[in-house]
């Protein structure tokens, strides 16, 4: 007797994105002990925990001391004072009514969008934007639903929805039927927007043919445009058509800490094999009460914290320091004669590579000759060639002393 794999993870690139840049930043280091390198490459956070977020994370480590208030497990879909501090804070103010047994508070949004497809059917066809956030295809990868990948870089089985320059980052419906669609918004990793009405094409679609849309809205807080939306529910009828995901990673420097949350709408149906209708709530509250214990009380509480007055205003001044530096990338890189996009309501900006240059190509010029790291577009998908993205999580002194370096190379 052998042992057999999971055959389709032979079919995954072999190592994940950022763990790819993470080796060759390493190999360039090892080379270059001395290189000052400038990391704008993942998007991790570089400030800390605002004061009110630590004062609470602290105090519920305190009880945690105390057998009087200590706290074993708690409910796998969260706490209820932290699903009523999301709805309150993250909705209400949208004019959006959830119930708290629509958010499903967990460690993160990468973990709930590579978990979500566990709970549909292998035969549901996938379309997904083109970049992408690679998590969203290499799990349906893994779960069996493409196949190979082809010469193009692209999965068989998948559809992909093309954004770039040509459509101003905006995808167009799906050009074959299929069942579930990722949309992520404001976008990772082009930093672009969808305004409400484009928003709601989607939407519409998603009610006319029976499809869900699986919306990463994990950016929201960075939004700066009056038309964009803060959440897909603030469009007529997508709580019948979408799930949503949010953190407090890249909003509260959580990346570190882990805590995010899933909204399922009790509306949201599906289909089992006889084309019976099956809501869709109770199967994702079902796989995480059996996968998962729940995030932390002390974690919680921290997240809770982020709804405070003070918490709000701190995070606040977090959000504006990294969106300066959004600012000035966009403002630098236009002023060399580089094409950028997003960066207005996003962390991340796109560039268009100079001379058509191959994003890997730019990627080990910017490392080799100006010791900044990028994150190279074609990483993301096929449409994603001749572009790299820049995060403006670095420090302001950092990002502007990157932007002075880049300024000096010959394209
Ligand atoms: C990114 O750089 O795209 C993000 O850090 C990915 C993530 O949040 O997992």
């Avoid at 999971?6 to 002990?33: G, I, M, T």
């Avoid at 950016?219 to 445009?225: C, L, R, T």
């Avoid at 000035?328 to 962390?347: A, N």
Wanted: charged share 25%; glycine share 8%; hydrophobic share 35%.
């Amino acid at each position: 007797m052998v042992v057999k794999i999971n055959e389709n993870y032979l079919k995954l690139k072999s190592s994940y994105l950022f763990v790819e840049v993470a080796r060759r930043e390493a190999e360039f280091v090892e080379a270059n002990p001395d290189a000052d390198i400038i990391k704008m490459g993942i998007g991790d956070v570089t400030k800390p925990l605002v004061p009110a977020v630590v004062d609470a994370f602290k105090s519920a480590v305190d009880e945690m001391a105390d057998a009087e208030t200590f706290m074993g497990y708690g409910p796998e879909q969260g706490y209820g004072f932290l699903a009523e501090a999301i709805i309150e804070n993250d909705y209400k103010k949208y004019g959006i009514e959830l119930d708290t047994s629509e958010v499903f508070i967990s460690d993160g949004a990468k973990c709930d969008t590579g978990n979500i497809q566990e709970i549909f059917g292998l035969d549901n066809k996938i379309a997904v934007t083109d970049p992408v956030y690679t998590v969203y295809v290499d799990t349906n990868v893994m779960a069996g639903r493409t196949g190979e990948m082809g010469d193009d870089g692209m999965y068989e089985g998948l559809t992909y929805l093309k954004c770039n320059a040509d459509n101003d980052f905006v995808p167009e419906l799906p050009s074959e039927p299929v069942d579930i669609i990722y949309l992520c918004y404001p976008n990772n990793p082009t930093g672009t927007t969808l305004t409400k009405d484009q928003l709601k094409v989607f939407v519409d679609y998603a009610k006319e043919n029976k499809v869900i849309i699986l919306f990463d809205a994990a950016y929201e807080a960075f939004i700066h445009e009056d038309n964009v939306p803060h959440s897909i529910y603030e469009i007529e009828g997508a709580r019948e058509v979408a799930i949503e995901f949010k953190s407090f990673s890249k909003t509260a420097g959580f990346t570190g800490t882990r805590c995010a949350y899933t909204v399922v709408p009790k509306e949201l149906m599906a289909y089992d094999g006889e084309g019976n209708v099956v809501e869709v709530n109770p199967l994702w509250n079902r796989r995480q009460t059996t996968k998962f214990n729940g995030v932390s009380y002390p974690v919680q509480k921290a997240a809770e914290a982020t709804y405070s007055e003070d918490g709000k205003a701190q995070i606040k001044e977090v959000l504006d320091y990294y969106m300066e530096n959004a600012k000035v990338i966009r403002e630098s890189l236009t002023d060399m004669g580089l094409e950028v996009y997003g960066g207005i309501s996003s962390p991340y900006i796109w560039v268009k590579t100079p001379n058509d240059m191959d994003s890997w190509d730019f990627f080990d010029i910017l490392l080799n000759e100006a010791n900044v790291i990028g994150t190279p577009g074609s990483g993301f998908g096929p449409s994603g060639e001749g572009y790299l993205r820049l995060t403006a999580f670095n420090t302001l002194e950092n990002t502007k002393e990157a932007m002075e370096r880049i300024s000096k190379l010959e394209f």
